[in-house]
């Protein structure tokens, strides 16, 4: 094996284990910036090593073998116990703690408790929006700080502040180490699917940038939230997410035309979609209806995807069905975005004259002043009504909205088939 497939093997290994290294010493050292630096550290060590001594049959096994004795020799060094002795009880713990008893406490079979702690500690509604983004993509998705940058197209500095200030805030908050108590358990929850969801959105539709799509983002935010699922296998608004983000994900190939343009959902060929991701959806969905209860948010959202999953052709979507559907979700979770999706889905079931008038109601919402899917919306409903010079400044408006290249693109060809009084591309 070349240096090379050992540099690309060792990064492979390091997406699949990282979490679980750092989820496994953070319960022991009850630290997650130090669980994160000693399990780079062992990361460090095994680029030294495995080079000259291949990569080992087990490689998680030995990267928390190596951060284990790290640990050791970071508590043996530690000056504060001598200054702080009280408030260090535990790490006193740890230092006198004989090597046999550190292995067992990170030997116990206790991989998806550690997990879970990880996920809820990363998500903390201490932290802002931006930072728990961030330190879920580096704890738990294995992402580089670069990595992260690139993907949300911030500066790397950004995303390294980011990190240290959660981190910082976490301890000084002296956030415990430990899944959440049932009274504060849907809270917190909620705050975790808030912030896969929105990893999987930045991929799935770019804020900003050239691209339409970030295929990588969907994968890691699908990839944590399979992983919540087998976490909280009760918990139905997880799988409702699953479900949500699987059927929205099979889409991904027919999205994108040969020149990387956007092509909108009622025109891409089905053929494309992957059906294996439908599948996969559908059944998170069924999983999500057995357990019970009124559909949450996210399942809701599932439903609807799985209206338009379930139509062969365009012209076969249940729209009358999916108008429910954001009826449901407009009284459960309220907002000019649900508001907005409903006008369309009403527009598409009982005429766009009725989606307009919905949509004329939201033009004085503060919240959607610049959100340049309101004058999108409000012109493809104009267009159907021939209303073409209209619909062109509302395409137009749309266009200096966005900040993403693409659908700038894609919105000026709309208000350019507009000018020519022909009904635009949808």
Excluded at 235 to 246: D, F, K, S, T, Y
Excluded at 281 to 308: F, N, S, V
Excluded at 357 to 366: A, G, I, Q, R, W
Aim: proline share 5%; net charge negative.
């Amino acid at each position: 094996m070349t240096a090379t497939d050992i540099h690309r093997a060792i990064e492979a290994v390091w997406r699949i284990e990282s979490a679980r290294l750092i989820a496994g010493l953070a319960r022991v050292v009850r630290d997650v910036g130090l669980a994160e630096e000693l399990a780079q550290d062992a990361l460090v060590a095994a680029l030294e090593q495995w080079p000259e001594s291949g990569v080992p049959e087990k490689p998680g096994a030995w990267l928390m073998g190596t951060a284990k004795h790290m640990a050791m020799d970071h508590f043996r060094r530690s000056k504060r116990l001598e200054r702080k002795h009280e408030e260090l009880g535990r790490e006193l713990e740890v230092q006198e703690m004989a090597a046999s008893d550190f292995d067992a406490a990170l030997d116990e079979d206790d991989v998806g408790d550690d997990l879970l702690r990880l996920v809820f500690i990363s998500c903390h509604p201490v932290l802002s929006t931006e930072a728990r983004v961030a330190l879920t993509l580096r704890l738990l998705g294995g992402l580089t700080t670069e990595e992260i940058a690139r993907a949300f197209l911030v500066p790397e500095p950004t995303v390294a502040q980011r990190i240290v200030r959660a981190k910082r805030t976490l301890a000084e908050a002296r956030v415990p180490f430990e899944v959440p108590r049932r009274a504060e358990l849907a809270d917190r929850l909620s705050s975790v699917l808030e912030v896969i969801y929105l990893i999987f959105n930045e991929g799935y539709l770019a804020t900003a940038g050239d691209d339409w799509m970030r295929p990588g983002l969907c994968e890691d935010a699908l990839r944590l939230g399979r992983i919540l699922a087998e976490l909280v296998p009760h918990e139905p608004e997880v799988h409702g997410l699953v479900a949500l983000m699987e059927i929205q994900a099979s889409r991904s190939r027919a999205r994108i035309g040969p020149s990387g343009e956007p092509i909108l959902l009622l025109d891409q060929d089905r053929g494309r979609w992957d059906h294996l991701l439908i599948g996969r959806g559908l059944a998170a969905l069924e999983r999500a209806e057995e357990l019970g209860g009124a559909l949450g948010p996210y399942a809701l959202q599932a439903a609807i995807a799985a209206c338009h999953a379930r139509a062969r052709t365009a012209a076969e979507t249940d729209w009358e069905r999916i108008a429910a559907l954001y009826d449901a979700l407009a009284q459960l979770a309220p907002s000019p975005v649900v508001e907005l999706n409903r006008a369309v889905a009403v527009g598409m079931a009982f005429g766009p004259a009725a989606g307009l008038e919905l949509v004329d109601v939201l033009t004085s919402e503060p919240s959607l002043k610049s959100y340049h899917l309101l004058p999108s919306v409000r012109g493809d409903l104009l267009s159907k009504l021939g209303r073409f010079e209209e619909a062109r400044e509302e395409f137009e408006r749309a266009a200096s909205l966005t900040r993403n290249a693409r659908e700038r693109d894609l919105l000026l060809d709309r208000a350019a088939a507009c000018a020519t009084g022909l009904a635009p591309p949808r």
